[in-house]
């Protein structure tokens, strides 16, 4: 649910209150996603694959698989897993360390 108010600041701009929580971070940027995101760039440069390679064996745009790595889009669990199989990497790894990871 979000909460907008609306206050006239001026003729020329109107001024909005949105909730907090429609404000937060979301999941995505927590120290779990960082780590993974970090993981699976390591993977990928281990396997010797580029992102443009990635995205050939995905189907997919080279962007979509740099934003992935670069904290701009969202980690999808199957995304990830198919992610892991196209670098040959375990996705149960990647998981494995972000459920050991401290900062919960």
């Known amino acids: 649910?979000?909460?907008?108010?609306?206050?006239?600041?001026?003729?020329?701009?109107?001024?909005?209150?949105?909730?907090?929580?429609?404000?937060?971070?979301?999941?995505?940027?927590?120290?779990?996603?960082?780590?993974?995101?970090?993981?699976?760039?390591?993977?990928?440069?281990?396997?010797?694959?580029?992102?443009?390679?990635?995205a050939t064996i995905l189907g997919r745009h080279h962007s979509v698989i740099g934003k992935l790595e670069q904290d701009r889009r969202k980690i999808e669990i199957l995304e990830f897993v198919a992610y892991c199989q196209a670098i040959g990497a375990d996705p149960h790894e990647g998981l494995d360390l972000i459920i050991s990871c401290p900062n919960r």
């Open 1 to 54: 649910m979000m909460l907008v108010m609306s206050l006239s600041v001026s003729n020329f701009a109107t001024f909005y209150l949105v909730s907090i929580i429609e404000t937060m971070k979301t999941s995505s940027y927590s120290p779990q996603y960082d780590l993974l995101r970090a993981w699976m760039r390591q993977k990928r440069e281990e396997s010797g694959l580029s992102l443009r390679a990635v």
